[in-house]
């Protein structure tokens, strides 16, 4: 799937078309990488698979700049950060990507309250997805 980030990912503002992927020996995780640098890349997953009660508001600005029709057209990827071990790894909660699929637009939303942390660890959480 090719999305494109009309304002970037927040840092890599000049970067707007990526592409995501399924890892093949663990479909739970999404690749993600930039179609205009080889070099940008990270890896994504859902954050139901980290939290199942986790969920954001799209205020009326975001579901019309994605052109939101459909809740379930929406696709919620969170970036993880690898360490040494997957104990050690976390995932960023506190800025989703939303994605709508139907069109392939994507925007990085940073959620302004404190619910989610942005080294929320991924696993030792309700869900060890060390086990998928």
């Known amino acids: 799937m090719e999305i ?3 304002k970037g990912i927040p840092g890599l503002e000049e970067y707007k078309v990526f592409t995501i992927n399924e890892i093949e020996e663990n479909t739970k995780f999404k690749i993600i990488n930039s ?21 954001i508001n799209l ?10 029709e459909n809740p379930n057209d929406v696709l919620i990827l969170n970036l993880i950060t690898l360490n040494k071990t997957l104990e050690q790894s976390t995932v960023n909660l506190k ?8 069109n392939n637009k994507g925007k990085q939303l940073i959620l302004q309250d ?14 060890n997805v ?3």
């Open 130 to 132: 060390s086990s998928y």
């Open 114 to 127: 404190d619910k989610y942390s942005i080294k929320e660890p991924l696993t030792g959480s309700e869900k």
């Open 95 to 102: 800025a989703p990507l939303v994605i709508n699929i139907k």
């Open 35 to 55: 179609k205009e640098d080889i070099n940008i890349g990270f890896i994504a997953i859902s954050p139901f698979e980290v939290k199942s009660d986790y969920e």
């Open 4 to 6: 494109l980030f009309d």
């Open 59 to 68: 205020n009326h600005d975001v579901v019309n700049e994605l052109e939101i």
